[in-house]
């Protein structure tokens, strides 16, 4: 993977950080986690790992505490970014590397987080021991199915839902062939995947997690067909997750309510799992007062596409600073993607998400 490392995003530009779209009053000070009705968990992505190891900054989670004091203070729900994937978690064919996922797992606790884990079968950030070596299928299989009973039965009983397959068909609804185990095994192994994962722990929600599943399409409609082919088949799949990466370029996400209404239309759990909404940054890199509006409209339409169908439990935004976001780093000209600037001062995209979540039925 190449990264291109663009200019540091700006901090906080004073005129532009103010709660604009907000009736601020009666909930300041008060944090989105509070505000929420008591069934929908509030998540982020806990920043470490990928993209920031290349970056000039120390491990996010680790050492940036005013991070670590909004993280515990605004959401319920945690998921790890990189630290449970494979590279990071299975960097060598017998070693583990449990640190960081067991310290994000501690910090949820301590905090009164659930936490979501991402993810166990999937085409990207897996290990070079397992792109580049040779195995037979049945080792292969094999290796999946010990991956996913280490990982998942370490966790047991402290992972809400699991993100099982991520981002398993292309955009034209095809499987997608750089997806290792779908190439070597076939796409029957996907229910292989959740089998294995709902033995290791039975308590855990296991999702179908993709993006560009935020309008109806080929994409979703392979989903669909998918997910009713697992539940003929009594493979314990629980859910269906839209990541909602959205860019102002390609306009709002006005039918997701729709989308995830046909999931929970199957008797399936629906979930946001990784929500930013990046924008073409202008000249000198720092977003227009209207950039700033329509953004937060983006959000609150997600928002309120959950809070519109009933199995959705779980709106999770992928980091909550644009200090930490990956999306200068993979979407070069675009950023600013996040609810808050670099130092934790808030956008009218915060604000809306909160009003909005403190006008929720309960
Ligand atoms: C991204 C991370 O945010 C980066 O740090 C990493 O370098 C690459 O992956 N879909 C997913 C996430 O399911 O795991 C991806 O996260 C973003 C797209």
């Not at 103010?18 to 008591?38: D, F, N, T, Y």
């Not at 095994?185 to 179908?208: N, S």
């Not at 309120?304 to 200068?328: Q, R």
Request: proline share 6%.
């Amino acid at each position: 993977m190449s990264f291109v490392v663009q200019p540091a995003q700006a901090h906080s530009p004073s005129s532009l950080g103010s709660p604009s779209l907000s009736s601020e009053s009666s909930h300041s000070g008060k944090s989105l986690r509070s505000v929420a009705p008591r069934y929908l968990r509030i998540g982020t992505a806990v920043a470490g790992g990928g993209h920031h190891v290349d970056q000039p900054y120390p491990d996010p989670f680790t050492y940036d505490k005013p991070y670590r004091k909004v993280l515990a203070k605004e959401f319920n729900s945690a998921s790890p970014e990189n630290q449970m994937k494979w590279e990071f978690i299975h960097p060598e064919r017998n070693r583990y590397n449990f640190g960081p996922a067991d310290a994000i797992v501690r910090f949820a606790r301590e905090n009164g987080q659930v936490v979501r884990g991402h993810t166990l079968l999937w085409h990207s950030q897996n290990p070079a021991w397992l792109n580049e070596g040779t195995f037979t299928k049945a080792e292969l299989r094999q290796i999946l199915k010990s991956h996913i009973f280490t990982v998942v039965g370490r966790y047991k009983g402290k992972i809400q839902q699991w993100d099982v397959a991520n981002e398993i068909f292309n955009e034209n609804g095809e499987y997608r062939q750089e997806n290792i185990w779908i190439r070597e095994l076939g796409p029957g192994i996907i229910a292989d995947a959740f089998r294995w994962a709902h033995e290791a722990d039975p308590r855990a929600k296991l999702f179908l997690n993709d993006y560009g599943v935020e309008w109806p399409g080929v994409k979703v409609d392979a989903y669909e067909a998918l997910a009713k082919q697992l539940l003929a088949q009594r493979v314990p799949l629980h859910g269906f997750a839209s990541q909602a990466h959205l860019s102002m370029r390609y306009g709002a996400p006005d039918q997701l309510a729709g989308v995830l209404q046909r999931f929970d239309n199957l008797g399936l759990e629906t979930a946001i799992t990784e929500l930013d909404v990046r924008m073409d940054l202008p000249e000198g890199g720092v977003p227009t007062a209207e950039q700033l509006t329509t953004q937060a409209t983006y959000y609150k339409t997600v928002l309120d596409a959950c809070l519109a169908v009933d199995s959705c439990h779980s709106f999770t935004i992928w980091g909550f600073t644009d200090k930490y976001s990956w999306v200068p780093v993979f979407f070069p000209t675009e950023g600013a993607a996040t609810v808050m600037w670099d130092d934790f001062t808030r956008k009218p995209a915060y604000y809306t998400l909160r009003d909005t979540l403190a006008r929720a039925l309960r």
